[in-house]
């Protein structure tokens, strides 16, 4: 029996997804999560042998940070990311958070029960646009990390800008005001020397701002 933790900020995605895998015989839901923190606990408590994470959830940690979180305090959980997001640099970021398996949340439900049982053996199982080859470079590449002129506060703004939330939620997670996030956007393009969003994500995935904590 393969115990499993489903985590997605939707109660209605996480009810169709114990539907459909309570379809399987060998697979035990053994509880559901609205958001990462509350998941990282409850791996502790009911320790699934699969935690099946949403990435986007607009609080406590996201999926990135509460699957490297599950890594340090539960080694021997496997994380499955289902996700909206095809997008190379939500990939990456789940390859280097070791994320054991990534599929999209339009992929036919054999194919999560696939990624679970695979996982549970050992293996990795990532079914994305990206490549294998370039996932398999990730997985063995150890970039080195430039350093950077931004400050702490700068770098969780460019984090959770990439990540996709709006300026007011950015507020609303770290407490400022939405004025003083646009003077730090502003600020941060500047002294970076860049002109578009796109430069801006490149320069997040080249320094590993999608592994800082808030």
């Known amino acids: 029996m393969i115990r499993v933790l489903l985590v997605d900020d939707h109660t209605m995605v996480r009810k169709g997804l114990r539907m459909l895998l309570e379809g399987y015989p060998e697979l035990k839901i053994v509880g559901e999560s609205q ?7 409850m791996t502790g408590r009911l320790q699934p042998d699969v935690v099946v994470m949403d990435l986007s959830m607009p609080s406590g940690l996201d999926g990135f940070a509460a699957c490297r979180e599950i890594r340090r305090r539960h080694p021997s959980v496997k994380t499955v990311i289902l ?21 999209l949340k339009n992929s036919h439900g054999e194919l999560l029960h696939q990624a679970i049982v695979e996982v549970v053996q050992g293996k990795r199982f990532y079914k994305t646009s990206v490549s294998d080859d370039t996932i398999r470079q990730w997985m063995h590449a150890d970039e080195e990390r430039q350093p950077s002129p931004l400050t ?17 939620e950015i507020a609303e997670q770290l407490s400022i005001s939405v004025k003083t996030v646009e003077n730090h956007k502003t600020n941060i393009m500047q002294k970076l020397e860049l002109d578009t969003k796109h430069e801006l994500i490149q320069y997040a995935i080249k320094n590993n701002y999608l592994e800082l904590a808030l």
């Open 35 to 41: 958001d990462g923190g509350e998941a990282v606990d």
């Open 83 to 103: 996700t909206m997001h095809d997008e190379e640099i939500f990939v990456r970021q789940s390859v280097r958070v070791e994320a054991d398996g990534y599929i």
């Open 152 to 168: 702490t506060r700068q770098k969780q703004i460019v984090r959770l800008t990439v990540l996709g939330y709006a300026n007011k």
